[in-house]
């Protein structure tokens, strides 16, 4: 992706290729788009050229957020405090954008690695969403019927399920046929077991990510 001069507003340790530099604030580090973009998210360095900032986050021009539920204003002021750029929308669950982040709002929102879940959707992964926490299998949410209902499809309901307020997608055929299939699953209950239900259908590449993608509080 090129790398890109920015300056830190907080001390940081930059790693480089095993060794570890201590930088402080004010000070200039280059670095990879990737990583500039997540500094700006998080407030922790800054660009002062508008012309570069662009360049930086021209990235996200295919990428979008539908708000599925909750307050699409109060989401899109937060993003836009970030990136101007990045379109935020309401509505029905959909995939708006060629690389869309379906969103429920109830769910702490960590800008700074949204713009690594929309990279990862260039990188072979179809859809990437957080596991629910490490605790809780399949087994452990929903009614008997569901869970049920569930275990018909996937067969074992000792596996981790994932945070359905959080799901970055590639739009793909095979990507627009699975969110039919969620929409359509989602009406018996449990959101996450419906969401189980139609992945396991729907055979998709999906990134497993971590719990800490969610942020401490909602916005």
């Known amino acids: 992706m090129g790398k890109v001069w920015v300056q830190l507003k907080t001390p ?107 990279h990862r959707l260039t990188t072979g992964w179809q859809i990437a969403a957080p596991l629910w926490n490490y605790q809780q299998l399949a087994r452990d949410v929903g009614n008997e019927g569901e869970r049920a209902c569930t275990k018909s499809v996937i067969h074992d309901l000792r596996v981790p399920i994932y945070d359905t307020r959080l799901v970055y997608v590639r739009r793909c055929p095979q990507t627009t046929s699975f969110l039919e299939l969620w929409k359509s699953e989602r009406q018996s209950g449990d959101d996450k077991l419906a969401f189980m239900r139609a992945l396991y259908q729907s055979r998709l590449v999906i990134c497993a990510l971590p719990t800490t993608w969610k942020g401490r509080r909602a916005r």
């Not at 340790?13 to 004010?26: D, K, P, Q």
């Not at 922790?44 to 050229?49: G, I, L, Q, T």
């Not at 969103?103 to 690594?116: E, F, M, Q, T």
């Open 12 to 118: 940081k340790i930059v790693f480089e290729g095993g060794t570890g530099t201590h930088y402080l604030a004010g000070d200039w580090v280059e670095t990879g788009k990737m990583q500039a973009k997540q500094w700006l998210a998080d407030g922790s360095a800054e660009v002062p050229r508008s012309d570069i900032k662009k360049e930086i986050i021209a990235d996200l021009d295919n990428c979008g957020i539908v708000v599925y539920r909750g307050d699409a204003g109060q989401v899109s002021s937060h993003v836009h405090s970030h990136f101007p750029g990045l379109s935020v929308v309401g509505g029905d669950l959909r995939l708006e954008f060629p690389q869309t982040l379906l969103y429920d709002s109830a769910c702490p929102l960590r800008l700074d690695l949204s713009v690594v879940g929309f």
